[in-house]
Structure formats: C-alpha cells, structure tokens
C-alpha cells in the first residue's frame, strides 16, 4: 500500500528556514518522480520542485535559489529544504510521487509570518 506521511511544517518568520519532510512506504522512491506541490488559500495547487534519480531536478521559478529538493533513498524519505522564506511561501504543502498513478500526501501546513 502506497502511503505518503509528511510530519513537519509550521509558522516561521519571513527569512527563516524550514525543512519538509515526506515518508513513503510502499514503493522506493529512488525509482519514481517525487514532487512537491503547494496550495495557498483561495489558489490552484501549484508544481514547487521535483525530483528524479539523483541529478534530474526541476523547480518552479519562485521557489529556484531558495527551496532545495533532496531524496534519502536509504529511509526512503523525500525532503524540501526552504530558505529565504516569504509570506507569498504560506501554503499546504504536499508531497506527490508518481508511480504507475498519481499518490498524496495529506498536506502540511507552512506559514510565513511576523
């Protein structure tokens, strides 16, 4: 049974650091496209960074500079490291792999805030 957990999260203040985390269990993550994705309030869900194999990356150009993408293949974990934090960075944050179909996580809250 795919299953997608991702503990972490929080309120940080603009500037500040946050690391996500998303544990799979299920599949390997170090055979599958793993995203992350992120909604704001009263906005679409929206692509942030992904991952496939060690070097194929790609992240939405608000997040590039700032948000690191990283997979431990050993805890088969997925990780989104998030510096330089904004309050336009306030959203659920979800964790998505895709598989031979599309699987979430049930969502994370990070808000940016003084």
């Known amino acids: 049974q795919v299953q997608l957990v991702e503990p972490g999260g929080g309120l940080v203040q603009p500037g500040g650091s946050l690391r996500l985390s998303c544990a799979a269990s299920g599949f390997s993550i170090s055979s599958s496209v793993m995203n992350w994705y992120r909604q704001a309030p009263g906005k679409e869900r929206e692509f942030v960074a992904g991952?496939?194999?060690?070097?194929?990356?790609n992240y939405a150009g608000a997040v590039k500079g700032r948000f690191t993408i990283s997979g431990d293949n050993a805890k088969n974990t997925l990780y989104l490291q998030m510096n330089s934090l904004k309050p336009e960075d306030t959203a659920v944050y979800y964790c998505n792999a895709n598989i031979y179909a599309a699987y979430w996580g049930r969502g994370t809250q990070v808000t940016v805030s003084s």
């Open positions: 991952i496939r194999g060690a070097y194929n990356i």
